[in-house]
């Protein structure tokens, strides 16, 4: 199958909002993949090649100038090819060889597939076609029950792997997909709520109210003496974090799978920088445990010596949690008193945690699921930030102003001249279509210069951003990115000068 058509079908996902529009082109470009294609098709529609780290990164991609093909010519196995080739450059001469590859990847592809191609591999392709979505499209598309398949992927783990089996399998071997210790299960998620109190009146009656950890998640697995770590995304991290494995092997249970968070403490035995925790999963590795030692904590339990819980109430669960897991249990409580859950709250940020998440006790684990059973309530942190450029948008969004490049003053100069601006980050979250509208008349009447992808202005725009914290960040001078921005509104009441400090988000890292 050519590129061309997986490229169309998200330009047509892209400008729609309808859901059965989406599902309706993603499913007709899916029938036309040929078995071998349809996992790395799955990768580039949910912007996650199955070849994971490719070593390319926005600077990359920004520093090419190539002729793009004028006609379409690429399929979507030699796009996977060259991602391999990407993926797999290592050692000496490595640099050079990622360099040739992409080159060779630009000028195949023609323009509109170059865009879809970079964005992929930034992961940032935004067309609309959310796991969900893309469920039903692979369900519509195979002709299967849309139930099966979404259960079926949330068990395996593996959405490109489902849907190879449900567009060239049976229904019987879709149907037998279950849970399987040792595999990664996709997790379930949250909602959001302003407080505790208004958890508990969405939830209607008692809830468990635990500890929300700033901590990177876990799901565990153990057979026997066999343990294996995953993340969040279901990266095999195992080999990273001994000290999770040994406390896992100590635990009573001999076949379990538990949902959870980990951490990493200071002296004081106060929570260290989430960024802290992060680094054991990326550069760092088993020779740092003696510097940065993480501790598990579970608040969910999925099978145990042989039974699986998925679809046991909550409650159920953490009874048999208990039982499991000891003191590596999440800190928590069951009650139906709202005064009570919000002194729980409370003790939680006074711990040095990020709030608490409140759970219905009669829901099950709705794997890969973000519904109203768990809701997580945590503050708010808005910062007032200065726009430095803006980004052209894609699909819905092209033709205007979107990703908005974020500042906080520098009055000291520390990273530049003094009175100066430092970037932090980049959003394009929380923008209605009016903000969009005004900001794409407005931001062109302050302009400086442009590049090929975005316009840049004077440092004058002042717009708050909510976050829910800062990390660490090589990227920026500053050394500190914004988590998880969003827009609250522009700010035409202060000026640039009033903006929030690089001081004020780096003393973030230490609070």
Do not use: C
């Amino acid at each position: 199958m050519l590129l061309h058509e997986l490229v169309t079908a998200t330009d047509a996902v892209a400008s729609t909002s309808s859901r059965l529009a989406k599902v309706a082109a993603l499913s007709d470009a899916l029938r036309l993949l040929g078995p071998d294609e349809v996992g790395p098709a799955i990768g580039f529609l949910t912007a996650s090649p199955r070849q994971g780290r490719l070593g390319v990164g926005w600077r990359s991609l920004s520093n090419l100038a190539v002729t793009h093909a004028d006609e379409p010519t690429l399929t979507v196995g030699d796009v996977d090819a060259a991602l391999d080739r990407l993926a797999g450059a290592e050692g000496t001469g490595s640099v050079a060889a990622r360099a040739a590859a992409l080159d060779a990847l630009a000028r195949a592809a023609t323009a509109d597939e170059w865009d879809f191609l970079a964005r992929v591999m930034l992961g940032e392709l935004r067309t609309g076609a959310l796991e969900g979505v893309l469920l039903d499209a692979v369900a519509k598309a195979s002709d299967r029950d849309a139930a099966t398949v979404r259960r079926a992927a949330m068990l395996s783990g593996d959405l490109g792997a489902t849907a190879r089996i449900a567009l060239t399998g049976t229904p019987e071997e879709l149907a037998a997909i279950g849970l399987e210790v040792g595999r990664g299960v996709l997790p379930m998620l949250a909602s959001t709520a302003g407080s505790a109190t208004e958890a508990l009146e969405t939830l209607g009656g008692a809830a468990s109210v635990e500890y929300k950890l700033d901590g990177a998640r876990i799901q565990v697995h153990r057979d026997g003496e066999h343990v294996r770590v995953f993340t969040r995304s279901l990266a095999d991290i195992t080999h990273r974090v001994p000290e999770i494995v040994e406390a896992v092997r100590e635990l009573p249970a001999d076949r379990v799978i538990l949902d959870g968070e980990t951490l990493s403490l200071d002296e004081d035995g106060g929570p260290r920088p989430f960024q802290d925790t992060m680094a054991r999963f990326g550069s760092l590795g088993a020779d740092d445990a003696a510097t940065v030692v993480l501790r598990p904590w579970f608040f969910d339990i999925l099978h145990l010596d042989g039974r699986d819980l998925i679809d046991e109430p909550l409650s159920t669960r953490l009874a048999l949690l208990d039982s499991a897991v000891g003191d590596a249990r999440m800190p928590g409580i069951v009650t139906e008193d709202a005064t009570r859950a919000e002194e729980f709250s409370r003790e939680a940020l006074a711990a040095g945690h990020e709030g608490v998440m409140v759970k219905a006790l009669d829901a099950p684990y709705a794997a890969g699921r973000r519904g109203k059973s768990w809701l997580k309530v945590k503050p708010v942190l808005t910062y007032d930030l200065v726009v430095l450029a803006v980004e052209w948008g894609s699909g819905r969004r092209t033709g205007q102003l979107s990703n908005l490049h974020l500042a906080a003053l520098d009055p000291e100069g520390a990273f530049g001249e003094p009175g100066g601006f430092v970037m932090v980050g980049k959003t394009f979250k929380g923008l209605t279509d009016a903000t969009l509208r005004w900001q794409t008349e407005y931001f062109p009447t302050i302009e400086t210069h442009r590049s090929s992808y975005a316009v840049h202005v004077r440092p004058e725009t002042v717009v708050e951003i909510a976050i829910d914290g800062v990390q660490r960040s090589t990227r920026y001078p500053g050394g500190v990115a914004l988590r998880f921005a969003r827009v609250k509104g522009y700010r035409p009441d202060k000026r640039a000068d009033e903006a929030d400090t690089i001081d004020t988000l780096r003393a973030l890292l230490r609070g």
